[in-house]
């Protein structure tokens, strides 16, 4: 098939880095010597264990089947579980020091850790529930307004998460809902036209959805539409992030034509001017602080391979592109962090941090750095990165086949 992006790193200087990666300090090669491993999740009725926590360190732990997604904070990693509940682990060991139980029945939707609040969220069929992160037990549970036959989608801004919900399938008019983080009192809902699949942002006071086509901002105090797009502009889906709003293609298309990249001001939902993508199917992206937006690209006719591309959205510009596998990837300071393509044997099961602006051909302080091989990275094991804040100097590699998580150095 023609158009099929074919795999390129960074010629010889990605060949030394290689090198580097595989001798650098603290391991082997395969960059599985030296590490403490960790089983299983305490009991669900487990009771906070206070555990010696001197910081970030290496190492691994599995985690059982029923626990899904899991993110990090300065202080620790914490996973959902099955039907709505928690586990909280150490950032120095990847024990389980706590463990909050399930609040409900019914599909998993996704899970938020909110550390100014010091809250994880997460939903399970018509029950919204919250950890106390500090305490390591139940913060509250609330039942969703309709009660969700499906996921829903959560975004937390300000002391406050949104959930928009999903009481029909296919339904365009659902209810965002607004509850606060502290103590899960419901503050407003709406019924809106938005569509689940083309995501929600909450920043700056207000709360935002699309509809597949216009795009409405709310305040987050009330709920209160206060801006609408302009007609013209299309948005399947929005990505955020620090105070940029953009529109892009849906990654649930079945069409070989996106619409293109573009920013809106968040103020007045007017289009602004953005750089050129590539025309590919937009998958995923995240949004640095200073407005350069990495999105993942694919081919329309074959996901499975695409192009990491970096978007300067104040100079509108597409600065660098990264072929590979994974739409796995997240920021940490000012770099991105990916996996590298599983069908390149040179390079394949690492991690590789690479600088936001100066890209994979970056030189010096801005090259591009790899880690060791890791058996968690392995393309098989689907990956994901949970990246902690406050600049651990560390990053951990959740591995979903063999359900293990990993943590590692930043490279």
């Not at 993110?71 to 039907?83: D, I, K, L, N, P």
């Not at 975004?155 to 607004?178: N, S, Y």
């Not at 948005?235 to 892009?248: D, E, F, K, M």
């Not at 994974?326 to 770099?335: F, I, K, N």
Request: charged fraction near 20%; glycine fraction near 12%; aromatic fraction near 6%.
């Amino acid at each position: 098939m023609t158009g099929l992006h074919r795999i390129r790193l960074v010629g010889a200087t990605l060949l030394g880095l290689v090198l580097v990666g595989c001798s650098g300090s603290g391991g082997t090669p395969s960059g599985e010597s030296s590490r403490t491993t960790v089983s299983a999740s305490a009991p669900p009725s487990a009771s906070p264990t206070p555990v010696a926590d001197s910081g970030w360190h290496t190492w691994t732990a599995s985690y059982p089947a029923e626990d899904g997604r899991c993110e990090a904070t300065a202080h620790q990693v914490v996973c959902r579980t099955g039907s709505g509940g928690f586990v909280g682990r150490s950032r120095s060991t990847g024990q389980v020091t706590w463990s909050v139980p399930p609040a409900g029945r019914g599909k998993d939707a996704e899970l938020v850790v909110d550390s100014a609040t010091e809250r994880a969220v997460t939903t399970s069929g018509e029950t919204l529930s919250a950890a106390n992160l500090r305490t390591g037990k139940a913060a509250w549970t609330r039942r969703l307004t309709d009660g969700s036959a499906f996921p829903v989608v959560l975004r937390v801004a300000d002391g406050t998460v949104f959930v928009l919900e999903t009481p029909t399938a296919g339904a365009k008019i659902i209810t965002l809902a607004a509850f606060r983080m502290s103590d899960g009192k419901a503050l407003w809902h709406r019924s809106v036209a938005a569509d689940l699949y083309g995501n929600m942002a909450a920043f700056g006071g207000r709360v935002y959805t699309t509809d597949g086509t216009k795009v409405t901002a709310r305040e987050a105090r009330t709920g209160e539409a206060v801006a609408t797009s302009a007609k013209g502009v299309e948005c399947p889906n929005l990505i955020s992030g620090a105070h940029y709003l953009v529109c892009t293609g849906s990654p649930y298309s079945a069409g070989d034509v996106f619409p293109p990249l573009q920013r809106l001001d968040p103020d007045t939902l007017r289009p602004m001017k953005t750089a050129e993508d590539t025309g590919d199917k937009p998958e995923r992206g995240v949004i640095s602080s200073d407005g350069v937006l990495v999105l993942y690209e694919a081919n329309a006719e074959d996901s499975s391979a695409g192009s990491w591309n970096a978007y300067d959205l104040v100079h509108p510009k597409r600065l660098w592109s990264y072929d590979d596998t994974t739409e796995e990837g997240e920021l940490a300071g000012d770099r991105f962090l990916t996996f590298t393509p599983r069908n390149d044997a040179a390079v394949r099961d690492r991690v590789i941090s690479i600088d936001l602006r100066a890209g994979p051909k970056g030189t010096g302080d801005a090259a591009p750095h790899l880690s060791p091989r890791y058996s968690q990275a392995r393309g098989g094991e689907y990956p994901r990165l949970a990246v902690p804040g406050g600049d651990p100097g560390h990053v951990v590699v959740q591995a979903g086949t063999h359900r293990s998580l990993r943590s590692i150095p930043l490279p």
